[in-house]
Structures are given as C-alpha cells and as structure tokens.
C-alpha cells in the first residue's frame, strides 16, 4: 500500500472558488492516500494595498471575519478542527446562499460553530483583532511557498506548492483523483509555471 501523503491546503473561507476546490479535495481523499492538513489564509490580507475594484474592496473588509475564528477555534482546540469548522461554513456560506448575506454572518458563523462541535461563543473573534498575527503567520506560510500573485486555495505536497486548481463542477470519484495524479506531474516538473484559460462558468456546488 503507498504511503498516505500529507496535503497541505490554505483556504479561505470567503472565497466560492477555494470551496469547490476544497470539495474536490475530499473526493481526492477517498480515492489516493492523502491526508489534508487544512490552514488559514486570508483575502483581505493578500490585497492589502493593491489596486482592486472598490466595491471588491468593500467585501473583503468584512471577509477577515470568518477567518478570525477559525483562528480562534484552531487556538482553543488545535488545527485539527479547522476541516470540519470549514467544511460547516462552506456548507452554509457557498451551498446554503449566506456568503453574501453579512447581516446574518455572526448567526450563520455561530451555528457552523455548533454543528462542528465547537464553543458558539467563538464567534466574537469575528471583532477582535486577537488572532490576526496568527492569520497573517498562516497566510505567510503559505504566499511564501508560491509567490504573491496568486490567490485561494494554496496547496503543498511533496515539496511542490501551487495555486489552485480552479474547477467547476466539482470533479467526483475516478475524475477527482485522475484530477489530482495531472495536477501532481504538471506542478512537479521543473520550470512549470502557468496553465490558464477564461472561465466560462461559475462556481458550481453540487
């Protein structure tokens, strides 16, 4: 049997497109020996300071909030929790429609926080600026291992780190996993930098 490899994934939260890719990734799971050690990064921080659209701008002021606490569930019981916190916000924030409902965010956060099993009232962290070093600290981790002009999911295996996969729909099964062995011989060849191509569709959840 080959032996389970550790996938490193930054996400966050906010953003539709790391979602599926997350999703993609469960399947990946069930279909190669990998393990996925989920990390934070953060929207609002990678584009402090850069030119954006104003109006993305006004979106990713708020779009710290979530990520604040899973960093306080990850300080209050370890980074294991963050997979299933996410996997309780996505559900809700992507699947669920709520991402673009903020007035509902500190309900919407509270009960992604109670299905997976975590105290509630870590849902005041979205205010607090307690866990911001930690935020930029895996966020860093992350930009450092592929440079800044990228955006969510990040993702290291085997000493090879890249951005992305952008995909949609969600690839299932024998297509996730034929997905990932490509993505594995691609971002491993020495020198290879870029594939790209205009989306045509948007994110797609089921």
């Given at each position: 049997m080959s032996e389970t490899k550790t996938v490193d994934f930054w996400f966050d939260p906010f953003c539709p497109w790391a979602w599926v890719t997350s999703r993609w990734m469960v399947e990946v799971e069930r279909e190669r020996p990998v393990r996925t050690r989920w990390r934070i990064?953060?929207?609002a921080v990678l584009n402090e300071g850069k030119d954006i659209p104003e109006e993305y701008r006004e979106k990713l002021s708020?779009?710290?909030e979530p990520v604040r606490v899973l960093a306080a569930a990850a300080d209050k019981y370890?980074?294991?929790v963050l997979g299933t916190l996410y996997t309780e916000l996505g559900t809700r924030f992507h699947?669920?429609?709520?991402?673009?409902?903020?007035?509902?965010?500190?309900?919407?956060?509270?009960e992604a926080l109670t299905a997976a099993g975590l105290d509630p009232e870590l849902v005041s962290a979205m205010e607090s600026e307690e866990f911001d070093d930690a935020i930029r600290a895996s966020h860093n981790e992350g930009i450092e291992l592929v440079g800044e002009e990228v955006g969510t999911p990040i993702i290291a295996v085997d000493g090879?780190?890249?951005?992305?996969?952008?995909?949609?729909?969600i690839p299932r099964g024998e297509d996730a996993a034929r997905l990932w062995d490509g993505v594995l011989l691609v971002a491993g060849t020495d020198?290879?930098?870029?594939?790209?191509?205009?989306?045509?569709r948007g994110p797609i959840f089921d």
């Open positions: 990064m953060s929207l708020r779009a710290i370890g980074e294991e699947d669920g429609g709520r991402r673009k409902q903020p007035e509902t965010w500190t309900e919407t956060i509270a090879v780190a890249f951005f992305g996969p952008v995909v949609s729909p020198g290879f930098f870029e594939l790209k191509r205009s989306r045509t």
